[in-house]
C-alpha cells in the first residue's frame, strides 16, 4: 500500500509516518520507483506508536525500544514492559499529587465556610438580575 492508505487507515499523516521512518520507530518500506510500499507489518506497528502517544508516550520515549530492536534484531518485549511500567509509575504519582491538591482545595473550601459563613453573604448579583 501507498503511504497515503497508510495514513488513511492509521489516522497518521504522511508527514507523520515519514517521521516515524526517519526516526527508526518503523522499518524503510520498499520501494516501486519513487514510491514507498507499505505492507501490513507497518500498518500493525503505525497503530502501535498511536496507541503509545494516546497513552502518553512521547516519541523520544519509544527510542530506546527501537535501539534495542535493531540491536538484538527482534522486538525487546522485556524492556517494552518494564518502559510500560515506568509509564503507570509516573501516571500513579501525577494522580497521587491531584488527589492530594483536591483535598487541598476541600480543605480551603472549609477555611472559607469557617472565616466567611457556609453562603457568601455579598456575593455578587447574578446576570439576569443586573
Do not use: W
Not at 497513552?55 to 523520544?60: D, E, I, P, Q, Y
Not at 525500544?65 to 500513579?92: C, G, M, S
Not at 491531584?98 to 453573604?121: I, S, T, W
Amino acid at each position: 500500500m501507498f503511504i497515503g492508505r497508510l495514513a488513511k487507515l492509521t489516522g497518521c499523516t504522511p508527514k507523520a509516518i515519514r517521521l516515524y521512518e526517519q526516526l527508526g520507530l518503523i522499518n524503510e518500506p520498499q520501494r516501486e520507483g519513487r514510491y514507498r510500499i507499505y505492507n501490513a507489518h507497518h500498518l500493525e506497528i503505525v497503530h502501535l506508536i498511536r496507541k503509545a502517544q494516546v497513552a502518553g508516550f512521547k516519541l523520544a520515549e519509544m527510542g530506546p525500544l527501537i535501539t534495542a530492536k535493531n540491536r538484538l534484531k527482534a522486538f525487546p518485549l522485556v524492556l517494552a514492559h518494564e518502559t510500560v511500567d515506568l509509564k503507570r509509575q509516573q501516571v500513579q504519582e501525577k494522580i497521587a499529587q491531584l488527589q492530594a491538591l483536591d483535598l487541598h482545595l476541600v480543605a480551603l473550601k472549609g477555611e472559607m465556610n469557617a472565616l466567611f459563613g457556609a453562603a457568601p453573604r455579598t456575593a455578587p448579583p447574578k446576570p439576569s438580575e443586573r
